[in-house]
Structure formats: C-alpha cells, structure tokens
C-alpha cells in the first residue's frame, strides 16, 4: 500500500509572488489542492523543486475520497535475474516503467514487482501476466509487454583494407617463373647443335 503522511496545513491569505516568497522565507511550502473546497485525503500531483538547490518549491495535491475509486500510475520493477541472462548472456529489455492501474485509496500500492527470474532467450511478460495486488486492475492493453528477453548482439569482427582489397583481385597469377622454365629448357637443344657444326667444319 502506498505510504500515507498525515500533513499540517494552513489557508494562505497572501497571493502572489511576494506573498510565496514570505511563506518561503518562514520554511513554509506552499500548495494547492484541486477538487475539493476543504482539507481531506488527497494524493501528490506534482512536486516543484528548486533548479539550483533542488529544494522542494511547491506541492500540487488532488483531493480524494476513500470510498471512490482512483487512477494513478505506479512504478513497475523487475526482481531477480532472467535465466536467459544468467545462462545464455541475454539482455533484460523493460518497456513498461510505470503502469496505470485504478483502485481504492487504501489499496494504492506504492509500486508493482514483477518477477523475471524464469524468462530466457525470447520469452516476455505482458500485462495479462502480472499478478496485481488485490482491489488494483490495470488500466492498459492486456497484451502489451512489459519484460522481455532479447538475444546477446554479436559484433562482427572488422575486415581490414588490405584484406577486402586481395579478395577483390582474386588469386595472383604468375608468369615470369613459367617464362624461365621455357628458356632453361631451350639452352640443352643448344649445346646439341654445337658439336654437329663443329663436325661440318672439319
């Protein structure tokens, strides 16, 4: 269930700039609260912060009754480690950080765990598939997903220049040795023909 605080509140009587800053000077927050004419439950809308300290700056509340149903968004958070990651180096893809559910005011739960610890390579988790807490239903696509497990990516090793450049040539073809083979073969016929005009000439 969400985290109820029970907070001391005040009317303003100042308006404006001026009159922020001296409730700002006094250590007071000021707020507003929509949909009601008098202080009760309410939830936190939205909460300004300083861009220089980051100091809270101003609250806006939205008031609510504890027997009317609401809609919020919560926090979605995985628990455990898949197999798919552990065993096979897969990686845990979340596209769902928040869900929005309607419930109660006294069964708002302050977020939503998912256990992923049994998703591998491929596997996902839809909202059909989260448990919710009693009293809360989803208020999104029944078959969108929330968990997924993608394969590990596998990078290609790189191909260098000189590499792409000798598969482009194709193989080397080599002539010179072929041309010396010939001549080496030529002289023996040579040395032959000497003698016999030797002979002619005795």
Do not use: W
């Not at 609401?70 to 798919?84: F, K, N, Y």
């Not at 997903?145 to 394969?151: E, G, I, P, R």
């Amino acid at each position: 269930m969400a985290k109820q605080v029970k907070l001391k509140a005040e009317p303003r009587t100042n308006v404006g700039r001026s009159g922020v800053r001296k409730l700002r000077a006094r250590g007071i927050i000021p707020a507003i609260i929509y949909g009601g004419k008098v202080n009760r439950a309410a939830l936190v809308q939205e909460v300004q912060h300083s861009p220089v300290g980051g100091e809270i700056v101003h609250v806006d509340f939205h008031a609510i009754s504890m027997d009317e149903t609401i809609q919020a968004e919560v926090p979605l958070e995985p628990t455990g480690t898949p197999v798919g990651v552990k065993t096979f180096g897969g990686l845990l893809e979340q596209s769902l950080r928040a869900l929005a559910i309607e419930c109660l005011p006294r069964d708002l739960p302050d977020r939503i765990t998912v256990d992923v610890s049994q998703l591998n390579i491929g596997d996902s988790i839809h909202v059909r598939d989260i448990q919710m807490p009693s009293g809360v239903t989803a208020k999104v696509p029944a078959d969108l997903t929330a968990f997924s497990v993608m394969a590990p990516v596998v990078e290609e090793e790189p191909v260098t220049v000189e590499a792409e450049a000798a598969a482009a040539a194709g193989p080397e073809v080599i002539t010179e040795k072929k041309q010396e083979g010939e001549a080496a073969g030529a002289a023996p016929a040579a040395k032959e023909k000497a003698p016999k005009e030797k002979e002619q000439k005795k």
